[in-house]
């Protein structure tokens, strides 16, 4: 099976900088994903990582090591607007077509 | 272009009854998954349905049932509801075979399903 932590809960300040870690144990490994989900709403794509390094997209970065089973979603300059669930998501087997097995999520709060 | 739609919205069962939710996956979307979200926690994975038939199962009992459609449309049926089926339940779509951002799935505003 497949399992996943990340921490259940981060403050930060706007403006600043939070790094939210993911650690997985999966059977296979078909790539490291990141959703955000606000209070009432879908979750929606934030990035991907296949292989390892960094990925960048806006604000936003996400970092994976295959070695280490261990990812993380990096958000710079953050906005009020990034108070929202994220969550870690892993697919366990070798083909990109597998579901998807999400971590619990981590509530990010930020504060003013 | 429209993304996921799912109906209802919200929907108010009791124990025992039988529930069907609906959802139209995203122009040009073959595949459709669905998963439970319970309070707090992050999506469970159901069943994933592409060409009308189930092609993976989650750790579902099989009180959880689905169809697809010819036009790819989706229902997740629930029979015998318990207390514990009360959550929101997403629906998400993707192209098969899209091998590029990790084959990113779309996901639909949910259904918040309550069984009192």
């Known amino acids: 099976g497949q399992s996943l932590e990340q921490p259940s809960e981060v403050t930060a300040v706007e403006g600043a900088i939070v790094q939210i870690n993911c ?16 209070d009432g709403g879908a979750p929606t794509f934030l990035s991907y990582n296949g292989l390892d ?36 998501a892993v697919r366990g087997a070798d083909s ?12 990010l709060s930020v504060i003013a | 272009d429209a993304g996921v739609t799912q ?27 669905w998963y439970q979200q319970a309070l707090g926690q992050g999506p469970q994975f159901i069943f994933q349905y592409y060409e009308e038939e189930e092609r993976q199962r989650g750790n579902f009992p099989d009180r959880f049932s689905g169809h697809q459609y010819p036009n790819y449309s989706s229902e997740l049926n629930v029979n015998a509801l318990l207390l514990g089926d009360s959550a929101l339940y ?27």
């Not at chain 1, 597998?98 to 981590?106: D, N, R, W």
Request: glycine share 12%; proline share 3%.
């Open chain 2, 7 to 33: 109906s209802p919205t919200h929907l108010i069962k009791t124990r025992g009854q039988q529930v069907t939710l609906r959802c139209s996956p995203k122009s040009g979307h073959d595949t459709v998954s």
């Open chain 2, 90 to 116: 997403l629906c998400a779509s993707s192209l098969k075979g899209f091998w590029g951002q990790g084959n990113e799935q779309f996901f639909g505003p949910g259904t918040r399903l309550t069984v009192l």
């Open chain 1, 53 to 88: 390094g960094l990925e960048e997209t806006g604000r936003f970065s996400s970092f994976l090591s295959r070695s280490d089973s261990y990812g993380y979603l990096l958000l710079q300059e953050l906005q009020m607007k990034d108070s929202a669930s994220y969550f870690c």
């Open chain 1, 96 to 107: 990109g077509n597998t579901p998807l097995v999400f971590g619990k999520g981590t509530r």
């Open chain 1, 23 to 38: 650690t997985y144990q999966t059977s296979g490994f078909y790539g490291l994903s990141w959703y955000q989900q606000h």
